[in-house]
């Protein structure tokens, strides 16, 4: 069989495998879902198909985030195809990851042979747990961006190292610059890396025609984001107002890098200490066989100078900037760590296929350390999957279908700002929504245009927010309070116990649903078991029917705790006393039907 009919089965074989692990994550609900940033995505997304009348751009609720945007597109897409649920999500993350693998895999076989680049492909596929779930989770920036850094460092290195350099390779390698740069700012390390390497392989090129097109083809690869600049000016550079260098009040990098090093190599579970040393260890270890003589060494060693010299640039700016990660306590704070992962591991599977060619001893190492982070990524891909509901693959593909891929609570936190308007205005322009059941569309609506207002003057932003709403219908008027619980809360100085006593001060009927809106807010932030059965005692005093308002109020953040488990969720009001389990789970319930596809 042809050496490159034989390299494609294999990289099919490795897609087939990257597909059948996916799949398995997200049938068994694991841990990759309701992210708040992926339905912010996926409310963008909605928010274009029902024609919200705002200009298009302000629907990119951060504007430096391009590859957001794109997300948001492609989620448009997918909606279209399977509805506006939480398996359009997946299907783009799918899509996504498979290219990657492919990218990756051309990559690798371009810099130092077939060999290592299925094992690279397939390293990537069983990943540490941390990546892989990363890798579902439709979000657009940094393990995204991969797709982009492969594209333009396998371009650069096709000019720099190929025999053949057309002139459609330097504008194609300017194009994928140009939209690269526009998705991630991290591609922007790529592309210095692919012009220093230029500037010394090829200066001719880089100062004649083919620089020349490349340029031509980053400037139109970069049209959109361009089109952003020239719509929102600088703001398409504000990374969440941080500065490139750090904020002087920040901790400490050495403060930060050791609490990094400590969660992740010292305070871990077994299973991810394992991982992360035998992953410290490979990336410090294989390189070093790169460098060994013999066939291929030239070869090799110039494609462990091309990968580790991006992989150096990219460890430097990490280091330098102020976006240096501390404690890891959750696995999406290795976000932006993703492109060290990975060229890390396509240099560990490089150094493994090298060493396979050397002696006896030397191809043991390598097999036993190859089989040794496969081994942990299968390990990790099992621990994810076992800690969703493997046995309930019905009712998990119910949730996929029918669960909303948007949420506008967490999207009009950050979206609001860039609309035009005073806050009737925004507030007509959230009713362009096609949403049947309105109620608690506008009650987001208010609780995020109000959630600031009147800190450390509760009484004061309490009367303010009504009047602002008095105006209109009594229906319309009732759902905007129900989302005053962020005001109440935030004004009381996040003492919800206070806003609860302020509350009960108001008249009825209005005070039975500002209880309930207090209830939906809870203490803010994201509950926990303990958070929720200290937020049900907190009503306890309260009559029956003020009790049982703020119980199904509260029944919000209860959905929030147990999202894609009901069952736990009325397990939990089943051990409660009769009335309050009743409550809660009647405000559970139409929580959870609010988040549900109408039929």
């Known amino acids: ?25 997200v049938l068994s609900l694991a841990d990759v879902f309701f992210y708040g940033e992926e339905l912010e995505k996926g409310t963008a997304a909605k928010a274009m198909l029902d024609g919200l009348a ?32 939480l398996l359009a999500h997946k299907l783009v ?4 990851g ?18 290592a680049a299925a094992l690279f492909a397939t390293l990537l596929v069983l990943a540490p747990e941390a990546f892989q779930k990363l890798a579902l989770i439709d979000l657009g920036i940094h393990h995204e961006a991969l797709l982009f850094a492969f594209g333009v460092l396998g371009l650069g290195w096709r000019l720099a190292f190929g025999e053949a350099r057309p002139r459609r390779e330097w504008f194609a390698l300017g194009l994928v610059t140009g939209f690269g740069l526009y998705f991630s700012y991290q591609v922007a390390l790529a592309a210095a890396w692919v012009l220093v390497v230029l ?26 984001l361009l089109l952003m600049y020239a719509l929102v000016g600088e703001r398409v550079f504000d990374i969440h107002g941080a500065a490139i260098a750090g ?18 190599f010292v305070d871990a579970s077994a299973g991810h200490l394992v991982s992360a040393w035998s992953w410290l260890v490979a990336s410090l270890v294989a390189p070093l066989w790169l460098l060994r003589d013999g066939p291929g060494a030239a070869a090799a060693r110039r494609g462990l100078v091309y990968a580790g010299g991006y992989l150096a640039l990219f460890l430097a700016a990490y280091l330098g900037t102020g976006f240096v990660q501390g404690e890891v306590f959750h696995f999406f704070l290795l976000l932006r760590l993703a492109p060290l992962w990975c060229f890390a591991t396509l240099l560990v599977a490089a150094g493994v296929a090298r060493a396979w060619s050397g002696g006896a001893r030397l191809r043991w190492a390598a097999s036993a350390l190859a ?101 209109y219908a009594p229906e319309r008027r009732q759902s905007y309070w129900l989302g005053l619980g962020p005001t109440l809360v935030i004004a009381c100085g996040w003492d919800a116990g206070r806003a609860l006593s302020l509350v009960r ?15 939906r807010f809870g203490a803010g932030g994201h509950p926990l078991d303990a958070q929720v059965t200290r937020e049900v005692a907190r009503g306890a005093d309260l009559a029956p029917a003020e009790r049982a308002a703020y119980l199904r109020g509260l029944g919000r953040w209860l959905h929030k705790r147990f999202r894609v488990h009901p069952a736990r969720a009325e397990a939990y009001c089943a051990s409660l006393p009769a009335e309050v389990g009743a409550a809660l789970l009647e405000g559970y319930r139409r929580e959870l039907a609010w988040h549900r596809l109408p039929e």
């Open 371 to 471: 089989a040794l982070l496969l081994a942990g990524g299968a390990a990790g891909t099992l621990r994810a999957v076992r800690a969703g509901s493997p046995t309930t693959l019905g009712a998990n593909w119910r949730t996929l279908v029918e669960t909303k891929g948007y949420d506008y609570d967490q999207y009009f936190a950050k979206v609001l700002w860039h609309f035009d308007g005073d806050l009737a205005e925004k507030l007509d322009l959230v009713e362009g929504f096609d949403e049947p059941a309105r109620d608690w569309l506008r009650a987001d609506a208010a609780g995020n245009l109000w959630r600031e207002e009147g800190r450390g003057d509760p009484a004061g932003a309490l009367g303010r927010a009504l009047a602002s709403v008095a105006a």
């Open 93 to 96: 993350t799918l899509a996504w």
């Open 199 to 224: 500037c010394v392989r090829r200066p001719r090129g880089v100062l004649g025609a083919g620089g020349a097109l490349g340029l031509v083809g980053t400037l139109l690869g970069a049209t959109p």
């Open 247 to 264: 904020d002087a009040a920040a901790p400490a990098k050495s403060e930060l890098l050791g609490a990094f090093a400590r969660s992740v």
């Open 505 to 519: 001060q108001d008249a009825p009927p209005r005070r039975l649903v500002l209880l309930e809106a207090l209830g």
């Open 54 to 85: 705002v200009p298009h751009h302000q629907l990119a609720y951060h504007y430096y985030e391009g590859g957001g945007f794109v997300a948001s597109h492609l989620a448009a897409v997918a909606f279209l195809l399977v509805g506006p649920c």
């Open 1 to 25: 069989m042809p050496a490159a009919s034989s390299s494609r089965r294999t990289l099919l074989l490795v897609l087939g495998l990257a597909l059948a692990v996916k799949a398995a994550l």
């Open 98 to 115: 498979l290219a990657i693998v492919a990218a990756g895999w051309r990559f690798a076989r371009a810099l130092f042979g077939a060999g």
